[in-house]
């Protein structure tokens, strides 16, 4: 399947941007990465493993285009749908704010218009690769937590009584059990 390698999906979107949307595209973007109002809303959504927007005055070869555009790419763990339906339900204002710049944006609810807009703007990928392809942002970050805990034990235990060191090796299970 395209776009797929294991439990990651890619995406990739390109609209042409209104002429008002080069100067309210700067704001929007510098208040999505300094206003932590709006970041709490995005980092519940944890099966994101990267997203980027950004606008594309020009493309190479010294054709001028007639719009500018909106470039949007993103990896996520699971089902495309869920993952609009994610971004209409748990972030519409930013939808609105971003893809509210570009040509035919029908607003991010009802969300199958924001679907079918999505779809007929989307690009597939010629190639896709993901480190961990078997697993979600969730479990990696669950085993870098894991991987810590062992290493600070380690670290610790030279010189504990097998006692002590059982005691200790028991609180870093209880520490790490949910990320287990």
Same mark, same amino acid.
């Given at each position: 399947?395209?776009?797929?390698?294991? /439990?990651? $999906?890619?995406? $990739?979107?390109?609209?042409?941007?209104?002429?008002?949307?080069?100067? !309210?595209?700067?704001?929007?973007?510098? +208040?999505?990465?300094?206003? *932590?109002?709006?970041?709490?809303?995005?980092?519940?959504?944890?099966? @994101?493993?990267?997203? /980027?927007?950004? !606008?594309?005055?020009?493309?190479?070869?010294?054709?001028?285009?007639?719009? %500018?555009?909106?470039?949007?790419? *993103?990896?996520? &763990?699971?089902?495309?749908?869920?993952? @609009?339906?994610?971004? *209409?339900?748990?972030?519409?204002?930013?939808? %609105?704010?971003?893809?509210? $710049?570009?040509?035919?944006?029908?607003?991010? +609810?009802? !969300?199958?218009?924001?679907?079918?807009?999505?779809?007929?703007?989307?690009?597939?990928? &010629?190639?896709?690769? *993901?480190?961990?392809?078997?697993?979600?942002?969730?479990?990696?970050?669950?085993?870098?937590?894991?991987?810590?805990?062992?290493?600070?034990? %380690?670290? %610790?235990?030279?010189?504990?009584?097998?006692?002590?060191?059982? /005691?200790?090796?028991? /609180?870093?299970?209880?520490?790490?059990?949910?990320?287990?």
């Amino acid at each position: 399947m395209a776009n797929v390698e294991g /439990r990651a $999906t890619a995406i $990739t979107v390109l609209t042409p941007v209104k002429p008002l949307g080069r100067f !309210v595209l700067p704001i929007v973007f510098w +208040i999505g990465r300094h206003v *932590s109002a709006t970041l709490k809303k995005l980092q519940m959504l944890s099966f @994101i493993h990267f997203a /980027r927007w950004i !606008v594309i005055p020009s493309f190479p070869g010294g054709e001028k285009p007639r719009y %500018r555009y909106l470039f949007f790419e *993103s990896n996520f &763990n699971g089902l495309w749908d869920q993952y @609009i339906d994610a971004f *209409s339900e748990v972030v519409p204002e930013r939808m %609105r704010g971003i893809w509210g $710049t570009s040509y035919g944006f029908p607003g991010p +609810i009802p !969300v199958e218009p924001f679907k079918r807009y999505i779809r007929a703007n989307e690009y597939v990928a &010629n190639h896709y690769w *993901s480190a961990y392809p078997g697993a979600t942002t969730t479990e990696i970050i669950a085993s870098q937590r894991v991987v810590a805990a062992l290493e600070d034990l %380690r670290n %610790r235990a030279d010189g504990m009584s097998p006692e002590e060191f059982h /005691r200790e090796y028991q /609180r870093m299970l209880w520490s790490v059990q949910g990320d287990l």
